[in-house]
């Protein structure tokens, strides 16, 4: 198994594009998410889908759209860069959600610089 | 005040010594602890579940105290391989997770 895959891994732009953050999981995982990492904040959730077909707004999702077609995709879309969303990506996934937590695989990353 | 909060350090410690992180949590109703590792530039990963009883992982040790509303993470005979950031995770039940900023520990041979 790859667990979770991201790509690219680094990546630079300009205040103003779009851009599409790929995220692919094969352990057959219901629960994916994005987190974005800055220097003293952690990971913050950005979205979140709980199986194909269905997303929902995280901590922080201000300038991004998430879908989820499949079980395995969960892309996250910058709409317009700005500055404020230079930082490290992490989406992660976890198996079948009830009221417990189950561990999360996180994927290697994403390093974003918006110029 | 943050929902998780952590000494950032960084912890500075040399080979074979006992180091302890403490981490505190403002949402009384939270369900399950954790604490992750992360390498430097790397993904975090589970280093080990919190349990209400305490908990032991080889040199590891995990303690909650839902009274005072922290966990703590105790490292014996520390390894250069311990270096890294170690993040506390608070889940308040379902999709609310909450990570900690992280602790650094470097360990010096």
């Known amino acids: 198994n790859a667990g979770v895959t991201q790509t690219p891994k680094f990546q630079v732009l300009k205040t103003g594009q779009s851009m599409t953050l790929q995220c692919a999981q094969d352990m057959n995982h219901e629960y994916m998410s994005w987190y974005r990492q800055d220097p003293g904040m952690g990971l913050r959730l950005i979205h979140y889908?709980?199986?194909?077909?269905?997303?929902d707004q995280g901590e922080v999702p201000n300038g991004y759209n998430v879908s989820r077609s499949t079980t395995e995709d969960f892309p996250l879309r910058l709409l317009s860069a700005a500055p404020s969303q230079t930082s490290v990506y992490f989406c992660?996934?976890?198996?079948?959600?009830?009221?417990?937590?189950?561990?999360?695989?996180f994927g290697p990353g994403t390093r974003l610089t918006v110029l | 005040r943050k929902e998780v909060e952590q000494d950032p350090g960084p912890f500075n410690v040399p080979e074979g010594a006992t180091v302890a992180f403490n981490c505190t949590y403002s949402?009384?109703?939270?369900?399950?602890f954790f604490w992750y590792r992360q390498d430097c530039r790397k993904e975090p990963k589970l280093l080990m579940s919190?349990?209400?009883s305490g908990n032991e992982d080889g040199r590891f040790t995990a303690q909650l105290n839902r009274a005072s509303q922290y966990i703590s993470l105790l490292i014996r005979d520390s390894k250069l391989s311990d270096s890294a950031t170690y993040l506390c995770?608070?889940?308040?039940?379902?999709?609310?997770?909450?990570f900690g900023a992280g602790t650094r520990l470097f360990v010096k041979a």
């Open positions: 919190v349990y209400s």
């Open positions: 995770v608070v889940n308040s039940g379902g999709f609310k997770t909450i």
């Open positions: 992660a996934s976890s198996g079948p959600m009830g009221s417990s937590y189950n561990e999360q695989f």
């Open positions: 949402n009384s109703a939270s369900q399950s």
């Open positions: 889908s709980v199986g194909a077909g269905i997303t």
